[in-house]
C-alpha cells in the first residue's frame, strides 16, 4: 500500500473512532428510547427482555456495559503511556459483566460474583505492569541501564580472562627463561 492509501485508511479509522466516541453518550441512554414491553421488534429481527423485566431494562444493563467497555477498548488501543496495560483491568470487570448481562437468569445477582474473576486478571496483570516501572524507573530515574550493565560485564569477564591467559603467558615466559 503507498504511502497515500495508509494516510487515507488511518484518516478513516480514526475518523470512526471519533464518530464513536462522539455516540457513545447516545449509545448509553438508548434504553430511554426503548418501549417498556416484553420484546422490541426492530423488524429484521426481535430483541426479548433476556430475563428482565422488560427490554428497557435490559438496554439499560446492556448499553451500561457496552459503551465503557468500548471506550477503554480504544484508550487501551490508542495509548502510548507505559502503564496501558493497567486498562486491561476495567475491561476484563466490564467484559465479565457484560457476559452476565447477555446470560442473565433471574434468579442471580447482577455484578456480584465478577469481582472473583478480575481477581485473577488483576494478579496476573499487576506484576507485569510493575516490572515495566520497575525497569523505567531504573532506567530513567536512577540511570540504570541493564543492557549497558551486561555489556560491561561481558567486557570485565573478557579482561579477566585475558588477565589469566597474560598472567599464564608470563608464568611460561618466567619457566622458558629459568631452563634458559
Known amino acids: 500500500m503507498n504511502e497515500r492509501g495508509k494516510i487515507n485508511t488511518k484518516l478513516i479509522t ?3 473512532i471519533a464518530l464513536l466516541i462522539t455516540f457513545s453518550p447516545i449509545f448509553f441512554y438508548l434504553y430511554k428510547y ?4 416484553d420484546k422490541l421488534d426492530l423488524g429484521l429481527f426481535v430483541i426479548t427482555a433476556n430475563g428482565f423485566i ?20 480504544i484508550w487501551f488501543v490508542t495509548s502510548k503511556n507505559w502503564w496501558y496495560h493497567v486498562i486491561l483491568i476495567p475491561i476484563a470487570m466490564y467484559s465479565f459483566q457484560l457476559f452476565t448481562v447477555i446470560n442473565y437468569d433471574s ?8 469481582i472473583l474473576y478480575i481477581a485473577g486478571v488483576t494478579m496476573f496483570i499487576t506484576p507485569v ?7 523505567l524507573v531504573d532506567k530513567y530515574v536512577h540511570g540504570i541501564d541493564l ?4 555489556q560491561e560485564l561481558k567486557i570485565l569477564k573478557e579482561k579477566e580472562a585475558l588477565k589469566k591467559e597474560w598472567e599464564k603467558l608470563e608464568q611460561q615466559k618466567a619457566a622458558l627463561l629459568k631452563k634458559m
Do not use: C, Q, T, W
Open 14 to 16: 480514526e475518523g470512526l
Open 34 to 37: 426503548v418501549p417498556d414491553s
Open 54 to 73: 422488560n427490554v428497557g431494562d435490559y438496554f439499560y444493563y446492556l448499553f451500561g456495559k457496552i459503551v465503557p467497555l468500548i471506550l477503554l477498548i
Open 107 to 114: 434468579n442471580i445477582k447482577l455484578d456480584e460474583k465478577e
Open 129 to 135: 505492569v510493575y516490572f515495566i516501572r520497575l525497569k
Open 147 to 150: 543492557e549497558a550493565m551486561d
